[in-house]
C-alpha cells in the first residue's frame, strides 16, 4: 500500500489538475469505482470506464469552478480514507469522504466517493427544506427530537 499522506496529496494534485489519466494510473485493471453524489450513485468498472468517467468528473468540476482540499482519516490494512472540502462556484460549502482499496501490487481495486455538493447547517432553512422534501416524515420526526432534547447545530 502506497503511504497514505502522499497517496491522498497526489489524488488533491490530479483531482485539481483535473488529469483523468493519472487517475486511471493508480486503478488496477478490473477496479470497481463507486460514486455518490448528494444520492444518485454511479458505478465504474475497469480502468476506461473509471478513467473515462473522471473526464467527465473534471468536466464537471471546470463547470463549477470546483477545487479541493483532501485530508487523510485513517490509514491502515491495505484502505485508505480521506475526507475532502471544496467550495461550489466561489460559494458554498462542499464536502466528501473517499474510501480506496488497494490490491498486493499497491493499486486502487476499490474505491468510493461519497460527495455532498451543498452542505447546511442542520438548522438552516435550505437544509430543513431539503430534508422535508426528500424525506417529509424524517424531516419532522427529526425536528421533534431536536426541539424534545433541545439539540441545535449551527
Do not use: C
Not at 499522506?5 to 490530479?14: H, K, L, M, P, S
Not at 482540499?69 to 480514507?81: L, P, S
Not at 476499490?110 to 422534501?133: E, G, I, K, M
Amino acid at each position: 500500500m502506497p503511504d497514505a499522506a502522499t497517496f491522498v496529496a497526489d489524488a488533491e494534485r490530479i483531482t485539481n489538475e483535473r488529469d483523468a489519466d493519472a487517475v486511471a494510473t493508480v486503478f488496477a485493471e478490473r477496479a470497481r469505482s463507486e460514486v455518490i453524489n448528494d444520492g444518485a450513485v454511479e458505478v465504474y468498472q475497469g480502468r476506461e470506464q473509471i478513467r473515462r468517467a473522471w473526464q467527465a468528473i473534471f468536466a464537471g468540476m471546470d463547470a463549477h469552478r470546483l477545487f479541493v482540499a483532501k485530508k487523510v482519516v485513517a490509514a491502515g490494512d491495505g484502505v485508505i480514507v480521506n475526507t475532502w472540502t471544496a467550495r461550489l462556484n466561489g460559494r458554498g460549502d462542499s464536502r466528501g469522504i473517499e474510501v480506496w482499496r488497494f490490491d498486493a501490487d499497491g493499486l486502487v481495486h476499490d474505491h468510493q466517493l461519497y460527495n455532498y455538493l451543498s452542505v447546511h447547517p442542520s438548522s438552516s432553512l435550505v437544509a430543513r427544506l431539503r430534508l422535508a422534501l426528500a424525506y417529509p416524515r424524517t424531516a419532522l420526526d427529526m425536528l421533534r427530537a431536536q426541539r424534545r432534547f433541545g439539540v441545535w447545530s449551527r
